[in-house]
C-alpha cells in the first residue's frame, strides 16, 4: 500500500487544521491506521491510532481532547483533525499502516508510511 498525507500548513496557536492520508490498495480497509510526529531534533512520536473499522480509536495524552482520528474506507483515507493546536504541536505529521492491526503505539509496529506533511503553530 502507499499512502499519501496532506493538509499540513502554517496556523496559529488555538487554530485547527485537518489531515489527510490517501492509501492506494484494495487492502486499506483491513488495515490499522496511525499517525505521528516528529518534530525537529525529536524522535517520531505516537499522535493517534484508529482500528480498521474505525470503532476503536487510542491517542497520546498531550493530544487526548483536541485531536480526532478517524477514516472513510470506501475512500481509502484517514483523517487527522487537529484543534486548538499548540505551538509544541508544530512537527512533521506521518501517517502509517500496519495489516496486522496490532494497535500499537511504536513506530516499529508500521510497515507503510507516508511521506510527512508539515504542521507548523505559530505562538
Known amino acids: 500500500v502507499q499512502l499519501q498525507a496532506s493538509g499540513g500548513g502554517l496556523v496559529q496557536a488555538g487554530g485547527s487544521l485537518r489531515l489527510s492520508c490517501a492509501a492506494s490498495?484494495?487492502?486499506?480497509?483491513?488495515?490499522?491506521m496511525g499517525w505521528f510526529r516528529q518534530a525537529p531534533g525529536k524522535e517520531r512520536e505516537f499522535v493517534a491510532l484508529?482500528?480498521?473499522?474505525?470503532?476503536?480509536?487510542n491517542y497520546a495524552d498531550s493530544v487526548k481532547g483536541r485531536f480526532t482520528i478517524s477514516r472513510d474506507n470506501a475512500k481509502n483515507t484517514v483523517y487527522l483533525q487537529m484543534n486548538s493546536l499548540k505551538p509544541e504541536d508544530t512537527a512533521v505529521y506521518y501517517c502509517?499502516?500496519?495489516?496486522?492491526?496490532?494497535?500499537?503505539?511504536?513506530?516499529?509496529?508500521?510497515?507503510?508510511w507516508g511521506q510527512g506533511t508539515l504542521v507548523t503553530v505559530s505562538s
Open positions: 502509517a499502516a500496519d495489516p496486522r492491526v496490532r494497535m500499537m503505539v511504536v513506530p516499529n509496529a508500521y510497515n507503510y
Open positions: 490498495g484494495r487492502t486499506f480497509s483491513s488495515y490499522g
Open positions: 484508529i482500528s480498521w473499522s474505525g470503532d476503536t480509536t
